[in-house]
């Protein structure tokens, strides 16, 4: 069985970081795109970064030069490691991935950003 937990979500003050974790069980992560994204009440959810299997990232412009997303394939786990931050980048942040003809997520760490 597949599963996404994420963690190190929390509350930061503006201009803080903060380092997200996607770990994943039942799935070799190495071998999949991972894709952050987040959502605020009455919101889609946003794409905000993703990694491929060969490491290529793409960002979301909102976020780009201030996010940054790896993997350790050894842990099977992604990062998300969040700088600068900004009052508009509260929200709540999932990992997703899709594996075995399905889209599995997270089940979301919440993040807020405080001025």
């Known amino acids: 069985q597949v599963q996404l937990m994420e963690s190190g979500g929390g509350l930061v003050l503006v201009g803080g970081s903060l380092r997200l974790s996607c770990a994943a069980s039942?799935?070799?992560?190495?071998?999949?795109?991972v894709n952050w994204y987040r959502q605020t009440p009455g919101n889609q959810r946003e794409l905000v970064a993703a990694?491929?299997?060969?490491?290529?990232?793409n960002y979301a412009d909102s976020v780009k030069g201030r996010f940054t997303t790896s993997r350790d394939n050894a842990k099977n786990t992604v990062y998300l490691q969040m700088n600068s931050l900004k009052p508009e980048d509260t929200a709540v942040y999932y990992c997703?991935?899709?594996?075995?003809?399905?889209?599995?997520w997270g089940q979301g760490t919440q993040v807020t950003v405080s001025s």
């Open positions: 997703n991935t899709w594996a075995y003809n399905r889209n599995y």
């Open positions: 990694i491929t299997a060969s490491g290529t990232t």
């Open positions: 039942g799935i070799i992560f190495s071998a999949k795109t």
